[in-house]
């Protein structure tokens, strides 16, 4: 029985990090695991210190390596998931709203581009006038013609985001104005609608 | 009946054919966010798990700046406590701003110094 694709590859399709060079042709492998029952059963290994074993040594070293494969994808698997909760976390969303993997990935390139951009203009903006300012000016801009949904604050700063809910709750409006008052800002900014 | 193209079967779009395009959307959207991450070089292939790593801190990077409005003194160090905790970007972007500085004096001389920020 032969595997079309030797190496373990996950769902989506990428295999770049197993990494493990040391077990040599997987697709042997699986295979002479999955012939384990049958074929080593008979076979008589004169190598192996017992040779009357039913399973030869072979067989079981065939079948760790199977399972720290497993253990291995398993944390692999692990350690990418806990990295997408990570920049889920940092993500300005609604925390009603849960993110799918795809999502995550295309709303974190979204407020990259977003940051730079405010950025830029900041930085263009900051040699005549002082800095702090005028960020926050430039995001009033980008709420008004950017077509963002409403304005949450992150990392102390007044930041739009778009998302499935359209109307921020009243608690968490009341919250935003708390603090966009302490930063100077005036009532339009954290006005929640203007969905597109 | 079997449609003649693909892998399409009776039931239109077959499970693996979904799954295929699913991951394909994945895969599509970590190359988008990995041309967005300033890496050195700027074509290096990142991994997914790097990606997502990257793309946090460059956006706690991104927002410590913004914050301070200043890139010279590494905003990143200031925000978080902890001394271990170097931020990358911030380093890069000094680096970057003493080598304009660099060359910006080798071009016009000690003059105009200021304007090349």
Redesign the interface.
Known sequence: MREEDPSPMD????S??ETDRQLPRRGSRKRRAARRSTEDEEEVDTQSPNPGRRKTERAVMAEAGRVMANIRERQ?TQ??NE??T??RK??PTLPSDKLS??QT??L??R???F??Q??QS?EMD??SSS??YV?HEKLSYAFQFGGWGSVVL????PLMFQTADPALSPAEAEETATVLVSCGESGPLICPSAQT | MDLSFGSEGRAGITGNTQERHRAHNVNTAFNELRTLIPTKPMDRKLSKIETLRLASSYITHLANVLGDGDRRDQPCLRTSKQDRNICTFCLSSQRKEAKDKQDCMKLHGHRVRQSCR
Do not use: P, Q, T
């Open positions: 769902s989506a399709g990428n770049e990090e692999r350690s990418l990295a997408f990570s920049l940092i993500i993997k795809i990935l295309k974190a390139a407020y990259i581009d940051l730079c405010v950025l900041d900051a040699r800095c702090s960020a992150v990392h102390n700063i």
